[in-house]
């Protein structure tokens, strides 16, 4: 085996100044990357013990080119070639070995599935180098098809895919590609490549530093891929044509119009607060499908809401996994079809809410004017920020506990800060929180992040969500427009509470590009006002 292997709005909130300087608590990128990959291995590991009810075999597959991918095959019990069963492939995550689906395998063959689970290429034991979903990764899953066609009781007109994170993309890219593929449960992955890691032009510092630490421990990185990542931390602008153009490649929305000729049924899942893959880039895509599709949004990060079916405990994503195949794949009358296709449950706890689509979650919009102009230094974290990757969404799943900020103590030199009036009654948030207003640059980069906070009355603010914003080759002096989304989320304002909105430019989770001695200017012109959206309604 190779080693290296997220009672109505009030308008006329207005900026606040003053405030002591507070020092902000960094966690290091590498301690996030070592606790990821630790509990990633944990993760891995844990489906071996288990008994194994139906025969496992464990078999070479020769992918694409030749490739040799290392894979197990679970079939029913009691098959004997008498009968053909629907063929259910499950590609592994970035930097999982090939036994990470062995649990939710063997519930899917009790259920009468053939099942071949495979270690992607440049991981593990299987050959090649690491592709990112490339083209070769997208025909070896292909290749994995036509063997299990040609070697076990696998029903060609039934075909089914899904995985986890790497596993996810896949899975959905393949679907574009080969029209075998009937449905596909794609879990925790991403939908826009470049969205997720480069989304408001920003390198997600923590979250590119922990893929790039697990590949180069568990994998094989290729020369273009090196190439990617130096050129991404390097933030070479040369470069960012062709890094764009990469991801796109890699990106199932650029096929979307692919999917949907194809008819594949598609079933989408992740958490609100994925520091990989931000639930927004989902949603955007989910929109775009024409064909049978559910979405399902709820607490945690990256991976953590199918935790406990890679071990084989209940686990409602990999249940809703398999509802989804038995109805598409076999018929099964099973009440999916009768279902609310998108389905959210709130940070702040309670059970899943159901709606007809993505646009009647933020069907109540309220319009908040930001009025005054402010000005803020640049290059110090002002204790506002979005917390450790993967790490900080942990702990809000389980206990509810997101990064907080005292509010009043936010140094306003380098921060700026709206607040609403307290809400005499709680506030529902569903969906993404939108923020336009007009910016005046002394240097021609910059970067800045926007934050939303729930206020105690004591001025504890929990963070309700965020987003970073980059910009390049501006004017220095001269005002221009700037739009954020912040990422999407579902949350819950106590009565009493209110919001506020927190602007700064430094955050350890992104690379900031503001020269020293930098300020940013905030301001609402009379014919371009400036102004926040959320999506807000009462309880």
Same mark, same amino acid.
């Given at each position: 085996?190779? *080693?290296?292997?997220?009672?109505?709005?009030?308008?006329?909130?207005?900026?606040?100044?003053?405030?002591?300087?507070?020092?902000?608590?960094?966690?290091?990128?590498?301690?996030? $990357?070592?606790?990821?990959?630790?509990?990633?291995?944990?993760?891995?590991?844990?489906?071996?013990?288990?008994?194994?009810?139906?025969?496992?075999?464990? $078999?070479?597959?020769?992918?694409?080119?030749?490739?040799?991918?290392?894979?197990? $095959?679970?079939?029913?019990?009691?098959?004997?070639?008498?009968?053909?069963?629907?063929?259910?492939?499950?590609?592994?995550?970035?930097?999982?070995? *090939?036994?990470?689906?062995?649990?939710?395998?063997?519930?899917?063959?009790?259920?009468?599935?053939?099942?071949?689970?495979?270690?992607?290429?440049?991981?593990? *034991?299987?050959?090649?180098?690491?592709?990112?979903?490339?083209?070769?990764? $997208?025909?070896?899953?292909?290749?994995?098809?036509?063997?299990?066609?040609?070697?076990?009781?696998?029903?060609?007109?039934?075909?089914?895919?899904?995985?986890?994170?790497?596993?996810?993309?896949?899975?959905?890219?393949?679907?574009?590609?080969?029209?075998?593929?009937?449905?596909?449960?794609?879990?925790?992955?991403?939908?826009?490549?470049?969205?997720?890691?480069?989304?408001?032009?920003?390198?997600?510092?923590?979250?590119?530093?922990?893929?790039?630490?697990?590949?180069?421990?568990?994998?094989?990185?290729?020369?273009?891929?090196?190439?990617?990542?130096?050129?991404?931390?390097?933030?070479?602008?040369?470069?960012?044509?062709?890094?764009?153009?990469?991801?796109?490649?890699?990106?199932?929305?650029?096929?979307?119009?692919?999917?949907?000729?194809?008819?594949?049924?598609?079933?989408?899942?992740?958490?609100?607060?994925?520091?990989?893959?931000?639930?927004? *880039?989902?949603?955007?895509?989910?929109?775009?499908?024409?064909?049978?599709?559910?979405?399902?949004?709820?607490?945690?990060?990256?991976?953590?809401?199918?935790?406990?079916?890679?071990?084989?405990?209940?686990?409602?994503?990999?249940?809703?996994?398999?509802?989804?195949?038995?109805?598409?794949?076999?018929?099964?009358?099973?009440?999916?079809?009768?279902?609310?296709?998108?389905?959210?449950?709130?940070?702040?706890?309670?059970?899943?809410?159901?709606?007809?689509?993505?646009?009647?979650?933020?069907?109540?919009?309220?319009?908040?004017?930001?009025?005054?102009?402010?000005?803020?230094?640049?290059?110090?974290?002002?204790?506002?920020?979005?917390?450790?990757?993967?790490?900080?969404?942990?702990?809000?799943?389980?206990?509810?506990?997101?990064?907080?900020?005292?509010?009043?103590?936010?140094?306003?030199?380098?921060?700026?800060?709206?607040?609403?009036?307290?809400?005499?009654?709680?506030?529902?948030?569903?969906?993404?929180?939108?923020?336009?207003?007009?910016?005046?640059?002394?240097?021609?980069?910059?970067?800045?992040?926007?934050?939303?906070?729930?206020?105690?009355?004591?001025?504890?603010?929990?963070?309700?969500?965020?987003?970073?914003?980059?910009?390049?080759?501006?004017?220095?002096?001269?005002?221009?427009?700037?739009?954020?989304?912040?990422?999407?989320?579902?949350?819950?304002?106590?009565?009493?509470?209110?919001?506020?909105?927190?602007?700064?430019?430094?955050?350890?989770?992104?690379?900031?590009?503001?020269?020293?001695?930098?300020?940013?200017?905030?301001?609402?012109?009379?014919?371009?006002?400036?102004?926040?959206?959320?999506?807000?309604?009462?309880?």
């Amino acid at each position: 085996m190779d *080693q290296r292997g997220a009672k109505r709005l009030r308008t006329g909130w207005r900026w606040e100044t003053g405030g002591p300087h507070r020092k902000a608590l960094r966690t290091s990128t590498v301690g996030a $990357v070592s606790a990821a990959l630790l509990a990633a291995g944990a993760l891995g590991l844990a489906p071996a013990s288990q008994a194994a009810p139906n025969p496992v075999r464990f $078999v070479d597959i020769s992918g694409d080119g030749g490739t040799v991918l290392k894979a197990n $095959v679970v079939t029913p019990t009691g098959a004997d070639g008498s009968r053909r069963y629907p063929l259910v492939v499950l590609p592994t995550s970035w930097g999982l070995p *090939q036994i990470e689906y062995l649990a939710p395998a063997q519930k899917l063959a009790d259920s009468g599935y053939v099942v071949v689970t495979y270690n992607v290429r440049g991981f593990w *034991q299987s050959g090649g180098e690491i592709e990112v979903a490339g083209p070769p990764d $997208v025909a070896d899953a292909s290749r994995v098809i036509d063997w299990a066609l040609a070697n076990t009781p696998a029903d060609p007109a039934h075909i089914g895919m899904a995985g986890v994170s790497y596993g996810a993309g896949i899975s959905l890219l393949t679907a574009a590609h080969d029209p075998r593929v009937k449905a596909v449960a794609a879990l925790s992955g991403w939908a826009d490549l470049i969205d997720s890691i480069y989304g408001g032009r920003t390198q997600h510092l923590q979250a590119a530093a922990l893929l790039d630490g697990a590949g180069t421990l568990t994998g094989r990185p290729g020369p273009e891929l090196r190439q990617i990542f130096k050129d991404f931390y390097a933030s070479n602008l040369e470069r960012e044509p062709d890094m764009i153009a990469w991801g796109k490649k890699r990106s199932p929305e650029t096929y979307v119009d692919r999917i949907n000729a194809n008819g594949t049924a598609v079933m989408l899942a992740n958490a609100w607060g994925d520091s990989i893959f931000p639930p927004g *880039q989902y949603a955007d895509f989910y929109e775009k499908l024409t064909g049978p599709k559910r979405l399902q949004l709820r607490p945690g990060d990256h991976a953590t809401a199918e935790l406990t079916g890679l071990f084989g405990l209940p686990n409602d994503v990999w249940t809703d996994t398999g509802r989804w195949f038995d109805h598409h794949l076999k018929g099964a009358d099973n009440g999916v079809e009768r279902e609310a296709p998108v389905r959210l449950k709130s940070r702040t706890g309670g059970a899943y809410e159901g709606y007809p689509d993505w646009k009647s979650v933020a069907a109540t919009d309220r319009k908040i004017a930001l009025a005054g102009t402010e000005t803020i230094h640049t290059n110090v974290d002002s204790g506002a920020n979005g917390g450790t990757v993967f790490l900080s969404s942990i702990l809000d799943q389980v206990a509810q506990l997101p990064p907080v900020a005292s509010i009043p103590l936010l140094p306003r030199r380098w921060a700026a800060v709206w607040q609403s009036e307290r809400y005499p009654t709680a506030q529902h948030i569903r969906g993404t929180a939108r923020l336009h207003t007009t910016l005046t640059a002394t240097k021609e980069s910059g970067t800045l992040v926007a934050y939303l906070y729930d206020v105690g009355p004591l001025g504890l603010g929990k963070l309700v969500g965020h987003a970073p914003y980059t910009f390049h080759g501006r004017t220095p002096g001269k005002p221009f427009g700037v739009d954020l989304e912040v990422f999407s989320t579902a949350y819950d304002v106590p009565a009493g509470h209110r919001l506020a909105l927190v602007v700064d430019t430094v955050d350890p989770l992104y690379i900031e590009h503001n020269p020293s001695g930098a300020q940013l200017t905030f301001s609402s012109p009379a014919n371009d006002p400036s102004y926040l959206t959320v999506p807000l309604r009462e309880q």
